[in-house]
């Protein structure tokens, strides 16, 4: 189970990246949609010719199942969520908005314990509880840019609960490993896959009518984040496993966005000099500590 444990926290590593990317395009005012189709597309690509170099190879891989399924639906939520964010973004505090998106991460836990019969002692669901209110706490909070008031909390909800949909759908094949029929590679490609097509549902069609396909900046942070996301998910889906088989997959997610929500947050203040109200800082905090509880196994 250590072995699993490690490879969250590796994963969460690279989320941090991922949430650095997305506050670096808000704040230069670039298209994350295009971003994110690019990095998306690259990543089903090289995840395609993977899947082909084994098979010319004669290497056995599991054959896809509904599984594939579940990860595309994943990633066509996890597309919108990061709308959604960059949205928030621009107009509010980004750790603040990062917090408050990624505490959504409650969804696969819930769904461990509601239909899965994972354990819920009393002490998990006060992390439950400090997570809930932690995020009621930074939306009430202020923290809004200058003349765009609380603009940014209504974003951030629905990100939130994109989120929420995003783990569940993603976690949901762990549980189910002889009859899903997805392996790592195939999840892997399945939620970029689905990333691709809330692109194109989003914005291609309005990218091939502008004739714009991004800037160099736009193009250099999609490589990156292509790099970020391929090794985030395989850490995580390898660790979820392993997690899953010791009888608590719905720890997977506390621990990777517990990690990546303290990362962030250390960035938005000793970078981005960011400052947060009372009652938002206290917020965050009571997320980070939620996180921390819920994650404990008793």
């Known amino acids: ?24 395009c808000s704040a230069r005012s670039w298209n994350y949609n295009i971003v994110q189709g690019l990095n998306y597309l690259g990543a089903v690509l090289i995840c395609a010719l ?12 599991e054959t896809p199942g509904w599984g594939v399924l579940a ?9 919108y969520s990061y709308v959604f964010t960059s949205k ?19 969804g696969s836990f819930l769904m461990g314990v509601i239909c899965f019969g994972e354990k819920a002692a009393p002490l998990r669901l006060l992390g439950l509880v400090l997570i809930l209110g932690g995020v009621l706490a930074m939306g009430l909070g202020k923290g809004g840019k200058s003349g765009d008031g609380q603009n940014w909390i209504i974003p951030s909800l629905i990100a939130f609960l994109l989120v929420m949909a995003t783990h569940c ?6 549980y189910f490993p ?31 009518r502008k004739r714009d396909f991004g800037g160099r900046g736009e193009r250099i942070t999609a490589g990156i984040l292509m790099v970020l996301n391929i090794s985030a998910s395989v850490f995580f889906y390898l660790g979820l ?30 970078i981005l000099k960011e400052k947060f109200s009372r009652a938002s800082l206290a917020g965050l905090i009571s997320v980070a500590i939620g996180i921390i509880i819920i994650s404990i196994r008793r």
């Open 1 to 24: 189970m250590t072995s699993g444990f490690l490879l969250i926290i590796a994963a969460g590593f690279c989320w941090i990246g991922v949430g650095i990317s997305v506050s670096i």
């Open 50 to 61: 993977i899947l082909a170099g084994s098979s010319a190879s004669g290497s056995s891989w």
């Open 71 to 79: 990860s595309c639906v994943a990633g066509i939520a996890n597309f």
């Open 88 to 106: 928030a973004m621009q107009k509010g505090p980004n750790g603040l908005v990062w917090g408050i998106m990624q505490a959504g991460m409650i």
């Open 169 to 174: 759908c993603n976690a949901l094949p762990s």
């Open 178 to 208: 002889e009859t899903a029929g997805t392996g790592v590679l195939f999840r892997t490609m399945g939620i970029y896959f689905g990333g691709v097509a809330g692109f194109a549902l989003t914005t291609l069609p309005g990218m091939i």
């Open 241 to 270: 496993d392993r997690l899953a088989k010791a009888g608590c997959g719905g720890l997977g997610y506390p621990i990777g966005i517990g990690v990546c929500i303290i990362g962030f947050s250390l960035y938005s203040i000793l």
